[in-house]
């Protein structure tokens, strides 16, 4: 079997892959009522139309079975946080949700999924007067983090990056995505949030407003994708993607694998919480209910115990998943994105704020949800600087080439990560 060397395969797969950002346990206590059997009170809001909207964390990118709505490629899950709601409430679903998509999809584009075996319809057509509830998770692939995800693989958890193979010399990627110049960091991801993303999120919101006018609208916030400073085992979360036999480049793969520095996943938490805090502000300024999952889920990150993550890390298998350029090689469908338990924590949360608006109706609508404060970006001199527990997971992220590196740099990533699957395997032999 011809190999491409396994980090290789983690660049170009883990863009595909993330096409789509503690008091959870008491959260989580509290369970939904059964699929079905909706509360019959007056103020219930069983038998109320709801229209889903948003990328693949709504969508249940990873989870099985999926179907093909609203487009083959959307991989929209039947157990995605969306059906999980109607069911526990006892709603009228259209969910519209497609992994990969951007603001734009929900507005006025409809989206070439990202299989290229389907196009999905503008998700806001499905919204009008009649529409009593809607739910989106949208901002991440705006900002771009499946190419934030592939430019910050590491050989350990110091560095240097991937992309040191080919020469570039960068021990992590907050490097590259804000560096010092003439003593003053240059932070490009915030960049585009502010300038692109911010203006984005709130034009999408108001629209979803205007063709929804007597909906109760709900956005929901990505989960903590990273740890902050204080959730980050003293070991740090870094663990490879290569194989752990005697060939790196070849099965067992570690399953939740997080090739990412200490520096970075402290950088990458920063980047989180300002989008968080941004998805926040547009929610409420035009009248949303924002819902915000950060907060509950600091101690449920990728980086998390086994058992205790709601996120997955990154695995290979020589079945199915994600193709790579090795036709015998695939990535876990679902990397980087909500597990089973993260997807539960997630409708629940969903179900609970849509009960609350409905209690006492007629009676005045409750307050929406505060917007979190924003977390500055973590200094990173304070992160753990030794190795990680290999069995680990840790970074999730959604996202197109919105920051794009272009086509060359992809290919330069792809060769720098060869050259260092292949340098591992020669020391092994």
Not at 235 to 252: E, F, I, M, N, V
Request: charged share 15%; net charge negative.
């Amino acid at each position: 079997m011809k190999r491409f060397g396994g980090l290789a395969i983690v660049t170009g797969a883990v863009a595909a892959s993330l096409l789509l950002g503690g008091g959870a346990a008491s959260a989580l206590a509290a369970p939904a009522p059964a699929a079905g059997a909706p509360a019959e009170a007056a103020d219930s809001p069983a038998g109320k139309s709801y229209v889903a909207l948003g990328d693949s964390y709504s969508a249940g990118f990873g989870l099985t079975p999926f179907s093909d709505e609203p487009a083959s490629g959307c991989y929209q899950a039947d157990q995605n946080y969306p059906h999980l709601v109607a069911e526990s409430l006892g709603l009228v679903l259209d969910d519209r949700t497609c992994s990969g998509a951007v603001t734009a999809n929900i507005r006025d584009t409809p989206q070439v999924t990202i299989t290229g075996a389907g196009t999905a319809p503008v998700q806001s057509d499905a919204l009008g007067p009649d529409t009593d509830i809607v739910t989106v998770t949208i901002g991440g692939n705006d900002l771009g983090f499946s190419t934030v995800a592939q430019t910050c693989v590491a050989e350990s958890a110091t560095g240097p990056l991937a992309l040191n193979a080919i020469g570039l010399g960068l021990k992590n990627c907050k490097q590259y995505y804000a560096p010092v110049v003439d003593g003053i960091e240059i932070d490009h991801l915030k960049y585009v949030l502010d300038n692109t993303v911010t203006p984005a999120l709130d034009e999408t919101f108001a629209l979803i407003q205007a063709k929804a006018p007597n909906a109760k609208v709900f956005v929901i916030g990505y989960p903590a994708i990273t740890p902050d400073v204080a959730n980050t085992p003293a070991a740090g979360c870094y663990s490879s993607p290569l194989g752990t036999g005697t060939d790196p480049l070849a099965p067992p793969f570690p399953q939740n694998s997080f090739p990412f520095t200490d520096v970075d996943t402290l950088y990458l938490h920063g980047t989180e919480a300002r989008l968080d805090t941004a998805i926040g502000q547009a929610a409420t300024a035009n009248g949303a209910t924002y819902i915000p999952t950060i907060p509950l889920t600091q101690t449920h990150t990728a980086c998390a115990a086994d058992g205790e993550a709601f996120i997955n890390g990154i695995g290979f298998n020589d079945t199915s998943g994600t193709p790579t350029p090795d036709p015998d090689l695939f990535v876990t469908l679902g990397a980087l994105h909500p597990n089973a338990s993260g997807v539960a924590f997630l409708a629940e949360q969903v179900s609970q704020s849509i009960s609350a608006a409905y209690e006492g109706e007629g009676e005045g609508d409750p307050e929406p949800t505060a917007t979190p404060t924003a977390v500055p970006s973590p200094d990173p001199t304070t992160a753990p600087a030794a190795a990680g527990d290999p069995n680990r997971p840790g970074l999730a992220a959604t996202g197109t080439d919105a920051v794009a590196l272009g086509l060359s740099a992809a290919a330069m990533l792809v060769a720098g990560l060869t050259a260092v699957g292949w340098r591992r395997r020669r020391a092994r032999s």
